[in-house]
C-alpha cells in the first residue's frame, strides 16, 4: 500500500501558502540556499511548522505549552519520513487525535509534575493560630478607725468612704488580648540515580503507540 508521508503533508502545506524551495518570487534560483529549504525550516521547527503539526493534532494541545511543543516536535522528527496508515490525511488525523486523547492525561501530568515524580517530593503545609484574651482585677481596701463609733465603709466594690482615720485604696487591672497567626510551608526532595535512568525514553514508550496505529509497519 503506497500513502503520503508527514514530509509530504508539510511540503504540501507550504507550497499551497506560495512557498518554494527552489525558485524566490522574482525568479531567482534559491535551491542552494538553506534558510529556504522546506528540511531546514521542519528543523527550526518555525512557526508555519508548528501551525501545520497542531492542524493534524486538529489543534489538541496539552497543558503546557512548553511540553507540548516538544512533544509534538519529537513526534515530527520521530515519523517526518514514516507512510501513514491512512489512504487519506482527513482520515489519518482522526486516527491520530484518537491516540493523542488517548495519552493527553498521562502526558499532562508528566508535564506537570514530572519532578515531583523523579525527586519523589512532598510538600508540607502547617497553621499555627493561638489567640489569649483575659482581664485580671486586684482591688485591695485597707481602712483604719480610731473610734468604735466611727463609721467604716468595708464594701470594696464601693471606693467611696463616709469617715476613717486612715483610708487606703488600690485596684490593679489587667487586660491581655494577644493574637498569633503563622503558616509554614516546605518541599522536601529526595534526589534519586535511579529513579531518573528509569525516566529515560519514558516518551518513547507513548510514540511506540503511534507508530502503531498511525503509521505502516513495513516498508
Known amino acids: 500500500m503506497k500513502t503520503t508521508t508527514l514530509f509530504k503533508i508539510i511540503q504540501s502545506e507550504l507550497l ?3 512557498l518554494n524551495e527552489f525558485v524566490d518570487e522574482d525568479g531567482n534560483l534559491i535551491f542552494f540556499e538553506s534558510e529556504y529549504q522546506f528540511t531546514s525550516k521542519i528543523l527550526s521547527y518555525d512557526e508555519e511548522i508548528k501551525k501545520i503539526v497542531n492542524d493534524l493534532f486538529s489543534n489538541h494541545q496539552l497543558d503546557d505549552p512548553v511540553f507540548d511543543d516538544q512533544f509534538k516536535k519529537m513526534f515530527l522528527y520521530r515519523f517526518i519520513n514514516r507512510q501513514i496508515n491512512r489512504q487519506t490525511v482527513e482520515s489519518f488525523k482522526m486516527q491520530l487525535l ?6 493527553q492525561d498521562f502526558l499532562n501530568r508528566l508535564g506537570k509534575d514530572f519532578d515531583q515524580y523523579l525527586t519523589n517530593a512532598t510538600e508540607q503545609e502547617q497553621i499555627n493560630q493561638q489567640l489569649t484574651d483575659g482581664t485580671t482585677t ?4 485597707q481602712a483604719f478607725a480610731s473610734l468604735p463609733q466611727t463609721n467604716v465603709n468595708i464594701d470594696v466594690n464601693d471606693t467611696n468612704m463616709k469617715s476613717a482615720d486612715d483610708n487606703t485604696i488600690s485596684r490593679n487591672k489587667q487586660q491581655n488580648n494577644q493574637q498569633t497567626d503563622g503558616t509554614t510551608k516546605g518541599t522536601s526532595k529526595a534526589f534519586q540515580l535511579d529513579q531518573l535512568l528509569k525516566s529515560n525514553g519514558l516518551l518513547d514508550t507513548i510514540l511506540d503507540d503511534f507508530d502503531r496505529k498511525c503509521f505502516l509497519q513495513f516498508w
Open 16 to 18: 499551497k501558502k506560495g
Open 98 to 103: 484518537y491516540t493523542f486523547l488517548n495519552h
Open 138 to 141: 486586684n482591688d485591695n481596701r
